[in-house]
């Protein structure tokens, strides 16, 4: 059974604090989508036969990848 | 001991639902649909970028294994096979076959000049069949009107990107066969070094 106290809404924090810094989410926008156009690129070397092009295209990727993973680092 | 006030720092429960709460701030979605979520005030930057860091390094794997299967994978070369009598297929007109397996439709075009070239049917585009257009002499994709060279399988204009996959052919006792398949643009084995002359 519940108490008064357990259904008492919470306390909304201050917006400022709740929302993901905007430079945070743009991030995400311009690194997530560079990731598909790459993941694209590869897929269309795959098809074209271009060897060459897909490992430039993969080791670009994994390097987006270990940015994002060094931003990861620096957010303690 | 207080418990109002600035400083207070109201007990947590696990209940998703909540009742009701207005603020003026909210947008109107929120407004008509006032109910919160216990976690939703606790994504921290760190935790935001953790899902980055995830998703990145998954299209990060998703692209070596894609490099990893371009490299790995060996192209269906076919074996040698008879198409058609060289007298059967005179220069200006088209013969249309299979090639490697009998799913992969294939043309062979008998150029004015002399020229053989065989090429996969299949427009590299949406991978409608491709037709030889005598009277321009390059190979037209009817879907979208993507054009390629006869000669080389090279895109000349329309949506496609890539040239059309070359089949290696030569004249035998007066019979056209086909050798192997070389892939979109001839890369398979011996680029640009495909065709035959009659």
């Known amino acids: 059974m519940r108490t008064p106290a357990a259904s008492r809404p919470l306390p909304r924090r201050p917006r400022a604090n709740r929302n993901v810094p905007v430079a945070v989410g743009a991030f995400v926008v311009v690194l997530l989508s560079l990731q598909m156009f790459l993941l694209t690129v590869g897929l269309d ?24 993973a060094a931003f990861y680092r620096y957010l303690r | 001991m207080t418990t109002t006030g600035p400083g207070y720092d109201p007990p947590r429960r696990q209940d998703a639902r909540q009742v009701p709460t207005f603020d003026p701030q909210d947008p109107v979605w929120r407004q008509d649909f006032p109910i919160t979520a216990a976690g939703e005030d606790e994504v921290t930057r760190r935790e935001f970028v953790r899902f980055l860091v995830v998703a990145s390094g998954g299209f990060a794997a998703g692209n070596v294994g894609v490099a990893l299967w371009s490299s790995l994978r060996s192209i269906n070369e076919g074996e040698p096979r008879e198409i058609v009598a060289l007298a059967d297929v005179p220069e200006g007109t088209a013969h ?17 000049g002399g020229e053989l070239r065989a090429f996969s049917q299949k427009c590299t585009h949406l991978g409608c069949v491709v037709y030889y257009q005598p009277g321009t002499h390059d190979m037209e994709c009817p879907c979208h009107e993507g054009h390629f060279d006869a000669e ?5 204009s ?12 030569e ?26 002359t009659s």
Request: charged share 20%.
């Open chain 2, 96 to 112: 249309l076959f299979s090639y490697p397996t009998d799913a992969d439709p294939a043309i062979l075009v008998h150029l004015p």
């Open chain 2, 158 to 169: 329309g949506p496609p990107q890539r040239p059309l996959g070359r089949i290696d052919v």
């Open chain 1, 45 to 68: 070397a795959f098809l074209a036969d271009q060897d060459g092009l897909a490992w430039i295209t993969a080791a670009f990727s994994v390097l987006l990848a270990a940015g994002s």
């Open chain 2, 171 to 196: 004249v035998r006792e007066g019979v056209v066969w086909a050798i192997a398949n070389l892939g979109e643009g001839g890369s398979g084995r011996r680029r640009g070094d495909a065709g035959a």
């Open chain 2, 152 to 156: 080389s399988g090279d895109v000349i």
